[in-house]
C-alpha cells in the first residue's frame, strides 16, 4: 500500500513539473513573440520615415538652423489669473523673435563651414495685481546674465538667448509667480536653467536654484 502511494506521488509530482515547464516554455515563447512584433512595427515605422522618440536622429546643423529659421514669426503666450488672498493676479507673457537684433553663432561650434545668423528672443510680462499694472517689462537673455554661473567660458553669456519659459510647477505660493528660463546657444546643447521669481507687488529677482 505504501509503495502505490508513493509510485502515484511521484507521478503526480512529474506531471506537475511537466505542466509547469509547458507553462514557462509556453511564456517565453509570448515574450519573444510580442519582442518580434514590438520589432517589426518600428521597423515598419522607420521604413515609412516615422521613427519612434526612442530611435529619432540628431537632426543636421542644417536642419536645425531651418528649423529655428521657420519660428522667427511665430509667438508663445501664458495668459493666466492667479487668486492670491483677496488679490487676483493677471499675468500675461509674450514671447517672441527680435528680427531687428542679430545673433552670430560661430562655425566652430557646429563644425560647419560658416558661421549661423540668427535672432535673440525676448520676453514681455504684465502683471496686473486687480486694476494695477504691478509689472511690465521686457525680459532678454543679458537681463540674465548677472545672475547665472556661466561654465563655458563665458561664451553662454556672449552668444545665448532666452528659451520660451513655463510657470515652474514646484511653487507652492500664491504670494508669488515662478517662471523656469532656459537659457542656451541656439542650434547648440550649450545652456543652462534660471529662475525668475515675481511676487504680487511686482518685485522680481533672478536665481540660479530655486
Known amino acids: 500500500m505504501n509503495k502505490l502511494f508513493i509510485a502515484l506521488t511521484l507521478l503526480a509530482l512529474i506531471s506537475c513539473n ?3 515547464n509547458k507553462v514557462s516554455a509556453d511564456s517565453l515563447a509570448n515574450k519573444l513573440k510580442d ?23 540628431a537632426p543636421s546643423p542644417a536642419e536645425e538652423r531651418k528649423r ?30 527680435l528680427k531687428n537684433s542679430t545673433l552670430i553663432i560661430p562655425k566652430s561650434y557646429e563644425k560647419t563651414p560658416e558661421d549661423f545668423l540668427t535672432h535673440p528672443y525676448a520676453a514681455n510680462i504684465l502683471l496686473i495685481n486687480r486694476k494695477d499694472t504691478v509689472l511690465n517689462k521686457q525680459f532678454k ?3 540674465f546674465n548677472p545672475f547665472f554661473t556661466d561654465n563655458f567660458g563665458g561664451n553662454l553669456k556672449k552668444y545665448g538667448s532666452i528659451f520660451m519659459p513655463t510657470l515652474s510647477r514646484k511653487n507652492k505660493d500664491n504670494n508669488q509667480i515662478v517662471l523656469a528660463y532656459t537659457i542656451a ?3 547648440t546643447d ?21
Open 18 to 20: 511537466s505542466n509547469q
Open 35 to 57: 519582442s518580434n512584433n514590438g520589432r517589426k512595427a518600428i521597423d515598419a515605422q522607420m521604413a515609412q520615415g516615422d521613427r519612434p522618440d526612442s530611435e529619432q536622429e
Open 68 to 97: 529655428i529659421a521657420s519660428n522667427y514669426d511665430n509667438i508663445k503666450r501664458i495668459d493666466t489669473t492667479l487668486i492670491s488672498g483677496n488679490d487676483s493676479l493677471h499675468f500675461h507673457l509674450k514671447y517672441f523673435c
Open 141 to 143: 537673455a543679458t537681463d
Open 185 to 187: 546657444i541656439p542650434a
Open 190 to 210: 550649450i545652456g543652462t536653467g534660471v529662475f525668475l521669481i515675481i511676487s504680487k507687488k511686482g518685485d522680481y529677482k533672478i536665481v540660479e536654484h530655486f
